[in-house]
Structures are given as C-alpha cells and as structure tokens.
C-alpha cells in the first residue's frame, strides 16, 4: 500500500528566514504559483519597484499586458502595508493588487471585500502565507486566498451604489418636505431631521404612542395617525382607535375625504392613514413640489381633525 504523508505546518521562517531576501526572490522566480493560487495567469515578474518614497516588492503582468502590484508581508497585517498597496496601485496604475501576509486581520479581510465592491476597475486579492512539509520534504509555501473578487462582490457594491443614490435622494425629498412643513406652521415637526435611510418621519401628538407620521416610498406617500403604545399592548393601541373611531364622521368631513382605519389585525400598530399615489420620491424632482404640497396640506388637516380628540382621550 502506498504510503500517505500528512502535511506538516511549520513556521514560516523555517521555509523563508527573511521576507526581503527570500520569500520575494523565491516569488519572483515562480510567479505561476501565484497565478495558480488566483486563477490568473502571472508573468515578468520583476523586483522592488521604486514609487516615491516606497519600494513595491514585486511587479508583474497578465497575459493580457495588466499591471500587478503584490506586496509581501510576515506576521499580522497592518494598516501601514494596506496603504502601502494602495499607493503602489495606484502610481503604477495597475488593474490588480495583491497583499500576501502571514495572518490576516478580520478588519484587513473586510476592508480588501469592501474594495472588491467598488466600481474602480481594479481587483484586490488577500492571500494568507503558510509554510508546509509533507513528510520529509523540503518545506514550500502554501497560497490561500482569503479574499477575492467575485461576481457577487460586484453585485453588492452596485446594489450599495444604488441603495446610496436612494438615500440622497430621499435625503433631499425630506429636507424639502420639512422645510414646507414649518413653514405651513406645522410646528410639531420643526425639531425633526431625517436622513436617506428613513422611510418615514413622525412627531408626537402629545399623548404617549401617538404619533404624526409622514412616509415617503419610490412612487407613493402616506401620512397617518399612529398607535403604539409599546410592546404587549396590541389590545390597548386598538382600543384607542376604537375610542376615535366613534368620532369617524366628524374626522372625515374636518379632513374633508374619507380615511383608513387601519386595525391591522396580527400586528400592534393601529393608524388613522391617508395614501397617495401620485408620486413619491423616485418621481421627477419638478413634480416633488406637487407632491410635497399635497401631503403636507393633508397632514395639516389631520392635525386639525384629529387633535381635539387625541387630547380628550382617557387613558
């Protein structure tokens, strides 16, 4: 029966006792094994390239004529050799960078995946450094990539590219919205801010729970009265709507349209709501003027429907 080694980790300086004048040299001398390692064909690999103040320990090239920057480093990777290799990047205009390091830190493997994301038409690779035997051989690297680009790396940094576009618009949707709300003396939202993130934005009505709420979605908008009075208290968020309702027809012609009295049974959230679905703000900005207009004036009148009733309510 042939007989089946196992393989041996040994320190890395047992392989290659210094970083400058053995692992580079032995890298440049078979590049291939690092073409293998990330699936890319690497070739004229030369030594310690000068950019300024910095020395890149190996440029190569692709098959197809892009430059390759690859930074080595023992022991636990820095902040110090993540900049150094962006640098080399960037003053050799390479379309690939790769950091080979003995222990990659978590925030070093989050921050090359975040790179990967980017739409800046470059490749970063994290490569972790060890050193093996299998039995009684000489010793050899092992190349493990740690992280890469990918397909869906791609993915996510266009769907976060798009996901930031949405906040700022949004963002702008909002501050134009608050501004026309102080000025229409709606004063229970002069205090609010609102970021991109925010699908809506309330101000209280003065009773524990209850909430004035605009929301704002791509195509449509919402303004409501919202109850919720906490955690567990699904019983008392709809007695309290039960409580208004008794007051529906006198509501209804103050705000001067019907509105939804929405129990939302399986849910603790009641509201008192009126939907639009002229535009939200995904629409053209020359029609966010409109919009605006619209809900605000809408939920100055359920204000004036409604807050009457609310301070009235025993409970």
Known sequence: MTKIEKILRIPIKDAFKYEDKNLTPWLCENIDALGEAIGIELSNAEREQSTGNFSLDIKAQTASGDIVVIENQFGASNHDHLGKLITYLTSFEAKIAIWIVETPKQEHINAIAWLNEGDNGCDFFLIKLQAIKIGESNPAPLLTVISGP????????KIKKEHSKQDDLRKAFWD???????KQNLKLFSLITASGRDAWIGATAGVKGLTYV??????STRIELRI?????????????????????LVIEESFGSELNWADLEGYRVCSIRKDFNDGGYKSPVEQWGEIIDNIVSAMVRLINATQNFVSNLKI
């Open 150 to 157: 990918s397909e869906e790396s791609k993915q996510i940094g």
């Open 176 to 182: 134009q919205l608050l501004a026309l709300s102080i």
């Open 214 to 219: 605009y929301w704002v979605n791509q195509f």
């Open 228 to 248: 919720d009075r906490g955690k567990g208290q699904d019983v008392e968020n709809l007695n309290i709507l039960n409580k208004l309702k008794i007051n529906q």
